[in-house]
């Protein structure tokens, strides 16, 4: 990424305010401690359903809490977070966070650095066992499903195969793949490519490139900053548990504000 000879001069909104129409997920004042370590902090993120978020900022500033409290995996302990302006999660110090409504939480995938495929099932199995326990999908329905959407990613030979048959990249692809057949609204991808060898990089990019063409909601944590910039509709900078800027790639990457912005940006660009 060369630095860009002027600074693009964006007024595309990125204020909390001027994104709330057409909202589709709201954090509100959210907080989330593990013990004394503050990870989110009054923390609030509006996101509208074409939103593609890309999530930067220094290793241990809570990007992979935020994507694991927005899949329901950890408590917060204040605030609430709304899907389609209907209570999802809301904040309660005593106890782990409470999952209002479990439906909205189907309707969220998540993919994870490290492959999480079940080693002991055959890549048709990972992707047919969830729809068929969790949707009630007849066997029949589910094994169509996988089928299209492994021919959608060339994975169509790998059908009978086990994951650890599979390459790094055609792994990832698969956990996209199995993240997909529940339809979620929402996909949230957890630097699914930095445990990959180079050239299998672009092959998981593409399947998440292929996915913003079909403008499926997303939040990515990425290090790849040309990756970050080609894939996002608005990149949110955090650090200390707040958001420190935000805005639109061309302009946060051009002439961030902020002196922190500028600080990380210089040592990861
Ligand atoms: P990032 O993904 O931005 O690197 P994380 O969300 O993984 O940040 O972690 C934020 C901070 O919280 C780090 O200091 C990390 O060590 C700490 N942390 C993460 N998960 C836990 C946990 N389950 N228990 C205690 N501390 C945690
Ligand atoms: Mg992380």
Redesign the pocket.
């Known amino acids: 990424l060369a630095a860009a000879p002027t600074c693009l001069q964006d007024n595309r909104p990125v204020f909390l305010n001027e994104f709330n129409k057409g909202e589709f997920i709201q954090l509100e004042k959210v907080n989330k401690a593990?013990?004394e370590?503050v990870?989110m902090d009054n923390f609030d993120l509006t996101m509208r359903s074409d939103d593609r978020l890309v999530i930067i900022?220094?290793?241990?500033?809570?990007?992979?809490?935020?994507l694991?409290v927005l899949m329901g995996l950890?408590g917060i302990q204040g605030g609430t977070i709304n899907f389609h302006r209907q209570h999802y999660i809301v904040g309660d110090k005593a106890k782990k966070a409470k999952i209002v409504d479990a439906n909205i939480q189907k309707k969220i995938g998540m993919v994870f650095q490290h492959y999480t495929l079940f080693p002991h099932l055959s890549i048709l199995s990972n992707l047919i066992l969830a729809p068929m326990k969790v949707h009630g999908l007849e066997k029949k329905v589910a094994v169509e499903k996988a089928r299209a959407l492994l021919a959608r990613f060339g994975l169509e030979s790998k059908i009978g195969a086990y994951p650890s048959q599979l390459s790094g990249g055609q792994k990832q692809r698969v956990a996209i793949a199995r993240a997909l057949m529940l339809e979620p609204e929402l996909m949230l991808f957890?630097e699914v490519t930095s445990a990959l060898d180079p050239e299998m990089v672009t092959e998981v990019q593409s399947v998440m490139m292929q996915l913003a063409d079909q403008k499926m909601a997303m939040i990515i944590?990425t290090h790849d900053m040309h990756f970050a910039r080609n894939i996002a509709s608005r990149v949110v900078f955090?650090a200390n548990g707040k958001i420190v800027e935000q805005g639109h790639p061309d302009s946060l990457f051009t002439c961030p504000k902020e002196k922190r912005t500028r600080e990380f940006l210089e040592k990861v660009l």
């Open positions: 593990y013990g370590l990870v900022g220094p290793s241990g500033s809570g990007k992979s809490s935020l694991r950890e957890d944590v955090c």
